[in-house]
């Protein structure tokens, strides 16, 4: 399994699923696609925009969408 750390958190990649003490939670798919994008990009600012051309690509959405 590919991990990544996020706190006292580990990614759990295979299994879309965050890691914490050993007990898992997984997050809907599109969490983990904001999530997983947020960490690839740890320490730069990602602006709502970018989120929305990058996890929901053709697809119209409205900033309540981040919110959900």
């Known amino acids: ?3 990544d750390s996020l706190g ?3 990614m ?3 299994a879309q699923a965050l890691l914490l003490d050993g007990r898992e939670t997984r997050l809907r798919r599109k ?3 904001v999530l997983t994008y ?5 320490g730069v600012m990602v602006s709502g925009r970018e989120l ?3 996890v929901w690509a053709g697809v119209a959405v ?5 919110t959900n």
Do not use: G, I, M
């Open 62 to 66: 409205t900033p309540k969408t981040l």
């Open 38 to 42: 947020l960490v690839q990009r740890q």
């Open 8 to 10: 006292s958190f580990r």
């Open 1 to 3: 399994n590919t991990y």
């Open 52 to 54: 929305f051309d990058e």
């Open 12 to 14: 759990d990649h295979q």
């Open 31 to 33: 969490a983990w696609q």
